[in-house]
């Protein structure tokens, strides 16, 4: 799954490619939900996802295709709801917790049956690259920081739980 944060930033590439006067169908959206959605910034204009999102009952409006309807849907859903957004930032970490089990026991079976011919071995081996490069990576930035492992991996529980808490108090939105 996409980290939440993705899912936001995926639909409004989207919709900045489908409008796009070059690319695109001009004529999908009305220029002034366009602007509103800050679609076509000028060059070197910040862009906040918010603005997007909060123009996507617009849009759905001329959506046609029903997969896009249903990704706005999911977006809002995702987006505009604190509660909401704890139960998705929640099942994310369920599924890495699951995958992270599996790649163990997957693990476990190679180790005590010294061959593997497991047919999803290619995917959860790709899986536990990708886990143990962005923990690596974290470790080392934080290292070169001069950030003890240990401490390091601590800030990162912290930093999940208080993200959490955040979530369930409505003080921080995803975007």
């Not at 603005?51 to 996507?56: A, D, G, H, N, T």
Request: proline share 3%; hydrophobic share 40%; net charge positive.
């Amino acid at each position: 799954m996409n980290s939440l944060h993705e899912i936001g930033w995926n639909l409004y590439r989207h919709y900045q490619v489908k409008t796009d006067p070059l690319l695109g169908d001009k004529h999908l959206i009305p220029p002034e939900v366009i602007n509103s959605a800050r679609l076509h910034p000028q060059p070197g204009e910040y862009v906040l996802l918010k603005s997007f999102i909060e123009s996507l009952d617009e849009i759905e409006n001329y959506e046609h295709n029903i997969v896009y309807k249903e990704k706005i849907r999911l977006v809002k859903y995702i987006y505009l709801d604190s509660n909401k957004q704890r139960a998705a930032f929640q099942k994310v970490i369920s599924e890495i917790d699951e995958e992270v089990t599996l790649i163990y026991r997957l693990r476990n079976l190679i180790v005590h049956n010294a061959k593997m011919n497991n047919p999803t071995l290619n995917y959860f081996s790709w899986k536990a690259k990708n886990f143990a490069g962005i923990l690596l990576r974290s470790l080392v930035r934080d290292t070169l920081e001069g950030v003890d492992t240990k401490v390091s991996l601590l800030n990162y529980t912290i930093l999940k739980d208080r993200y959490i808490k955040n979530l369930e108090n409505g003080i921080i939105q995803i975007f």
